[in-house]
């Protein structure tokens, strides 16, 4: 990548002291969730991305919230944050979570913290969002993590045998977790990363971990689950109203 791709996401961009900025990805295609737009479903009386904007907004220290989503729902988006003490911009997103995330990382080019929360985690709480900051603040990188309660196993496709698969092995899954958003960045060390880091990844802790720089984990929450299909957003359903019981 050179400066010419992305000039406003130059790693020596100088950081504003002490300024969080919230990106909220919104671009996404709800490619499993039958015909219905995740991110606009109702949940608790309010679209899905409400409850993940207003929790950002909400986070301390956060002065800006950017969400990253198609141009025909800016409005609606900058609607949902109306009234709140925080700052709104929004953003068209790339083809790749990842261009998505350095389209708004290029509108608050500057920040001190980033935090990167994916907007179909509409369950997340301030409490999730506070630790990754504190942690980053300690050590760059933060992001929250859930132990794995299944059994993970490792597989092989059987040639002819219509999808059957055989065991190659048990994983020990006592060191792994489960990683969610938000994740927390120094400011300086994510524009670093995304101009550095142009392989396909899954989250910008992994373009971290390219750079050879270290990434903590804190706990994460079982209930700050992603919605990807139905049966996940029925769920959701269910825990936000034993939440406000």
Not at 15 to 24: F, Q
Not at 121 to 147: F, M, W, Y
Not at 176 to 192: C, E, K
Not at 238 to 243: F, G, K, N, S, Y
Request: hydrophobic fraction near 50%; charge should be negative; include cysteine.
């Amino acid at each position: 990548m050179n400066e010419q791709d992305q000039p406003a996401i130059h790693p020596m961009s100088a950081p504003a002291e002490g300024a969080v900025v919230a990106i909220v990805l919104a671009a996404g295609s709800s490619s499993r969730m039958g015909g219905i737009d995740k991110i606009w479903a109702e949940l608790g009386g309010a679209p899905l991305i409400a409850h993940a904007l207003r929790t950002m907004a909400e986070t301390p220290g956060v002065e800006l919230v950017v969400a990253v989503a198609p141009e025909d729902r800016h409005a609606a988006i900058a609607a949902l944050l109306d009234g709140w003490d925080v700052n709104v911009r929004c953003v068209v997103g790339g083809n790749r979570r990842q261009d998505s995330v350095a389209a708004g990382i290029a509108a608050a080019p500057n920040a001190a913290w980033y935090l990167v929360h994916d907007g179909a985690r509409a369950l997340v709480t301030t409490g999730i969002a506070a630790r990754v900051l504190s942690a980053a603040r300690v050590h760059g990188a933060a992001i929250p993590g859930v132990p794995i309660a299944d059994t993970v196993k490792r597989v092989q496709p059987i040639e002819g045998a219509g999808g059957v698969e055989a065991v190659r092995g048990t994983i020990d899954r006592a060191p792994l977790r489960a990683i969610q958003t938000p994740q927390a960045f120094r400011g300086d060390l994510l524009r670093r990363a995304h101009w550095e880091v142009t392989t396909d990844v899954t989250d910008d802790a992994a373009m971290v971990e390219h750079l050879g720089e270290p990434v903590v984990v804190v706990p994460g929450e079982t209930t700050n689950i992603k919605v990807t299909t139905p049966a996940d957003l029925a769920i959701a359903r269910v825990l936000l109203a034993q939440r406000e019981e």
